[in-house]
């Protein structure tokens, strides 16, 4: 099992280990942030023509057109940082309802993160419908396949023999899905902040649980979100 010894007490106040897990992931979504800007005039200093364009930025922007900065920022901060701890976190431990609910929500987020009409305020009922009947289908699948005591004893010891290759495997996922185009080489490495912040959360959830891993990741985005947003 992955452990943050070296980092922190086993035995602490809850509240204060909240907080040390949260200044520490600031420090490593800055330093992933300045290693991405590093990296970026890397490149541009090389030829421009490769800086792939800032869609996030621009659907962020048609998302608060169309929404509100509030209702923004509670898909930003908020559902999504638990949509993606369910999805990429909550496997990594072996229940047999952890794994059909992440593999359900995966649809459900893809769409929230992809760049189509959900950005310009265009919703419609009929592919809420679908994609609720997509993510019920898949649980129900996953979970009758889990009712299967073989099955679940080789999940419990791949997980519990290859725990940090099962972490970088859903870091390397997690950031995937932040990537404005996964068939651009370099959009791959600019989501580095993504993949680092991953690792460390899967730890997080492993050593601590999911509802540090959740609060933590709630926090960071709040505070890499709102308040870049309010200074400027």
Known sequence: ???LKLLFTPKQKPLFLLLRLWVLVLIIDIMSLVMKFLFIHLIASYDESLIPADEHSQNVRQAI????FLFVIYLSSIQAPILE???FRLPLKFNKYYLPTSIALYPILFELL???KFWNGEFPIQKVLIILSIAVLLFLVTFLLLQQSSIQNKIKEYLK???LLFVIASSYLFAILHADNVFNPINIILTLPQFIAGIYLGIIRLTYGMRYAITV???SNLTVIVIPYLWV
């Open 1 to 3: 099992m992955l452990q």
């Open 65 to 68: 057109q169309s929404y509100g």
């Open 85 to 87: 701890e369910m999805i």
């Open 114 to 116: 992809s760049k189509t």
């Open 161 to 163: 023999n290859y725990s």
């Open 217 to 219: 990741h709630i926090l």
